[in-house]
């Protein structure tokens, strides 16, 4: 990533930081992090204690400092050469909470894991939100890329978002100013989701935990979710499923260095122990490119990439077939 230097800033800000409360941490492995355990470290790692910290360290960056929020790292590859940046994770003590404050409405921190979520509308009668059972991500990832199974989705389900701005400027946004579409939010990238309110209607717990069972049951029957990996790499073309053209074009346990496309789920990488961000990366190229060849159809990545390749290293698009 080319442009301001990261790896001083915080020499830079110097006695300016003393107002911040929350914990900052220089050269931050990511490897530790993400779901994939891959990844080279990032410049500055930023956990604000509350809203309000974050909101303060926001508006002492210069704006050409990079920022990246991430929430449990469940759906991204971070490259090898890591990333001149500032990370943001919000912390659990701060924003991972998730409380009843209507009979069909409940609100939750954005660190607050999907699964929790799911949980508490259980406890409240709160049907509608049993999908987030199966997602192993956060509510911050889940606005962000519109996480959804099982027939429902974020848009489904969130009626509020609190945010806070790159300068640190705080809104708050509708359903709609979150521009919701198939596994995205076309909302501007300079947000940080902090809270939101979530809507279901009123519904037996007997229902809702049977619905739950069955999102949990199947995800254990039919994904590899005890493996190091990413959810679904590539999105559904419209018409097509993803898993489908994968098989089509012989991918199903097609391995490089330490990454497999998953032969129990074959639109799940997997790092078999040993991969690299390159190896998960080059994969991914791989089948595009397999799958455009066998099919014609050019698959998008759902899992987001993320920072810099090391010096010499880089994978294109479809391994350049279409250029
Ligand atoms: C085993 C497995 C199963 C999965 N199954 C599903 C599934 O059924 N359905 C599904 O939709 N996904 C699934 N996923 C993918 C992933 O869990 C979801 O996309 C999840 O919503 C990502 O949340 P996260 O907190 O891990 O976000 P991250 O992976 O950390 O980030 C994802 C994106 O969200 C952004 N982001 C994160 N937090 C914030 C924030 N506070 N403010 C602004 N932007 C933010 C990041 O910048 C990044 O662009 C699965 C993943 C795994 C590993």
Known sequence: MAGYNCTNLVEELGDKLSVIRGRITENAPMSQITWF??????AILFQPADEDDLSAFLSL??????????GMASNLIIRDGGLNAVVIRLSAKGFGFANQISDTELVAGTACPDKRLAVKALEAGIGGMHFYHGIPGSIGGALRMNAGANGRETVSCVKEIHAVDRSGTKHVLSNADMDFSYRKSGSSRDLIFTKAVFEGELTSKDDIQKAMDEVQHHRETSQPIKEK???STFKNPKGYSAWKLVDDAGCRGLTIGGAQMSPMHCNFMINMGQATSYDLERLGETVRQKVLINSGVQLEWEIKRLGDFPSGQSVEPFLGQLL
Request: charged fraction near 10%; aromatic fraction near 6%.
């Open 37 to 42: 355990r891959t990844g080279g470290p990032a």
């Open 61 to 70: 960056l210069p704006q050409e400092v990079p920022v990246f929020p991430i």
């Open 229 to 231: 990996t990413g959810g």
